[in-house]
C-alpha cells in the first residue's frame, strides 16, 4: 500500500463478516483456535454468525452420548435462532429432541441419522420443524409410518427425504409398506426420496409414484420386494432418476453407514476440545477435564 494509506486490521471487521469466514473453518479450529486470537475474534465465535449452519456428524460418532448433548445445546444456543442447517448423528435423548424443536425456527436441513427418536417424540416435536425442506432419519429404527406421517402432516415444505437403512436393521421384519403410504399420502411435493434398504412392495411404492409427481430422483437400491424394471420407469417416469436393486456390493461401495476408520487424530479429542474451549470459563460446571 501507498504511503499514508491505512491498512485495515482482520480484527476490526465486523463479527457477522467474520463469523462467514469462521464458518468454513472446522469445529475445532472454531472453537478452540480462533477464540484465542483476539477479543474481536472471540465475540465473532461466541455470536451466531457462526452456527447458522452445524454439521458434527462425523465429529459426534466418536464422542459420548452426554458430551454430545451438552455440545449440541451450547452451539444451538449459540445460533440465536438463526440456525438453518443442522447435521449430527446419534441423539438419543429425548430432551435435546424437544431443546432442537425449541430452537428450529428458521431450521431448513435437518440431519439426524442413527438416532433413538421415537415416533412418540416425532409427533410431539414435527409441528416445530415446519419450516424444513430436507430431512435425513436414516438408520432410525424406533421411527415407524407414525412418525413419517406426523412429519409430512406438519412439513408441507419438505422436497428431500432419506430413510435408508441397513439390511440388519430390517432383519426380521415383515415389511414397511406403513413408512411407503404415509409418504405417499402426506409428502406430494418430494423431489428427492432415499429408501435403500427398505421392504417396501411394488404396490406400495407405486403409491409413492403416483401421488408424489414431483419426484426427480429415488433410491431404491436393496429394495428387493419391488418389482419394477427400467423399461416401466423409462415409459412411465422418464424424467425420475431412479437407483434400482442392483448387487449389494454396488451399495457398499458408497453408502454412508459403512464404517469409520478407527484411524483417528489425538488432537481431535473430545475432551481436549471441550476442555480448551471451556478453560476459564465453564469447564468445571460442565466437569470436562483431560482424559487420564
Known amino acids: ?167 440388519l436393521d430390517t432383519e426380521g421384519m415383515e415389511t414397511q409398506d406403513d413408512e411407503a403410504y404415509a409418504i405417499a399420502t402426506t409428502m406430494p411435493k418430494l423431489k428427492r426420496l432415499e429408501m435403500v434398504y427398505h421392504l417396501v412392495s411394488t404396490e406400495s411404492l407405486l403409491q409413492i409414484l403416483s401421488s408424489c409427481t414431483e419426484l426427480e430422483f429415488m433410491d431404491l437400491r436393496g429394495c428387493w420386494n419391488v418389482n419394477l424394471d427400467d423399461k416401466f420407469f423409462k415409459e412411465s417416469f422418464a424424467k425420475l432418476t431412479v437407483l434400482r436393486p442392483f448387487a449389494m456390493e454396488d451399495f457398499y461401495v458408497t453408502n454412508d453407514w459403512e464404517e469409520y476408520s478407527d484411524d483417528y487424530d489425538d488432537e481431535g479429542r473430545l475432551e481436549e476440545l471441550e476442555l480448551r474451549f471451556y478453560e476459564g470459563e465453564d469447564a468445571e460446571l460442565y466437569g470436562w477435564y483431560p482424559s487420564p
Open 1 to 167: 500500500m501507498e504511503d499514508g494509506d491505512e491498512s485495515r486490521h482482520w480484527d476490526e471487521l465486523i463479527p457477522d463478516a467474520l463469523g462467514l469466514i469462521f464458518s468454513h473453518l472446522s469445529l475445532q479450529e472454531i472453537l478452540t483456535v480462533v477464540p484465542r486470537v483476539c477479543k474481536s475474534w472471540s465475540r465473532a465465535v461466541s455470536g451466531p454468525y457462526c452456527w447458522q449452519e452445524i454439521n458434527i456428524e462425523e465429529w459426534t460418532t466418536r464422542c459420548h452420548p452426554d458430551h454430545l448433548d451438552r455440545m449440541l445445546q451450547m452451539l444451538i444456543t449459540r445460533s440465536r435462532g438463526s440456525l438453518r442447517k443442522l447435521c449430527v448423528s446419534g441423539l438419543h435423548n429425548d430432551t435435546t429432541f424437544l431443546f432442537l424443536a425449541d430452537h428450529a425456527a428458521s431450521l431448513q436441513t435437518l440431519r439426524i441419522p442413527r438416532s433413538d427418536i421415537s415416533d412418540l417424540i416425532v409427533e410431539q416435536i414435527a409441528g416445530r420443524l415446519s419450516t424444513i425442506t430436507f430431512l435425513d432419519v436414516s438408520y432410525c429404527t424406533k421411527i415407524s409410518g407414525c412418525a413419517l406421517e406426523a412429519i409430512g402432516k406438519h412439513c408441507k415444505l419438505l422436497v428431500g427425504l432419506c430413510r435408508n437403512m441397513h439390511p
